[in-house]
């Protein structure tokens, strides 16, 4: 297994409560036609508390608490995605957060494809390396996004 000698970077996806009660599997096949490989996942119903720390940087927005009560409404699958480029290219396949502006500039994105609204946008990934590795020492404890070959033998089992 090639990660075991080329460590590759990581991101934290999330699949959004609406978007995995109805689209479970056309999202999921698609993160793996795409090459990522599921290093962690977990599914798991976030109390308000933990979505409100998930989202801490948007504390201050208008929309904190509608999107706080959102990602608690019901089961999200939290996922630790590995490829080289991983950030970048989660992004790229997310779109831009409005499905609007996701139908126009990225119709093959996920949120052109599953997203309701700006808000119900199917899926989150992580901005950058650094937030990359906060969030999944945050929802998994334990690994980081820039990781050495210990995440290269976890890969493999
Ligand atoms: P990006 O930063 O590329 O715009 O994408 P993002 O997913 O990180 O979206 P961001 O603007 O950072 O906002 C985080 C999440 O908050 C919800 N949101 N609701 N009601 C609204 O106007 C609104 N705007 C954003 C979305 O769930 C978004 O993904
Ligand atoms: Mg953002």
């Known amino acids: 297994e090639l990660g075991f000698f080329f460590p590759r970077e990581h991101t934290l996806a999330v699949i959004k409560p609406d978007a995995l009660e109805e689209h479970r599997e056309e999202i999921l096949r ?13 599914e798991t119903v976030l109390s308000r508390e933990m979505a409100e720390e998930f989202y801490r940087e948007h504390r201050d927005k208008p929309f904190f ?27 790229a396949m997310m779109g831009p957060a409005d499905p609007a502006r996701a139908k126009e500039e990225a119709p093959d994105s996920l949120r052109a494809r599953f997203a309701a609204d700006v808000l119900r ?12 590795s906060a969030k999944i020492r945050f929802v998994f404890g334990d690994i980081q996004s820039d990781q050495g070959p210990e995440l290269g033998r976890e890969d493999r089992a």
């Open 65 to 91: 608490g509608q999107l706080v009560e959102f990602m608690s409404r019901g089961p999200c699958l939290l996922m630790a995605l590995a490829k080289e480029n991983a950030v970048e290219e989660w992004r």
């Open 121 to 132: 946008n199917a899926v989150h990934g992580s901005s950058s390396r650094e937030h990359a």
């Open 30 to 42: 698609r993160v793996r036609e795409a090459g990522f490989a599921v290093t962690r996942a977990k």
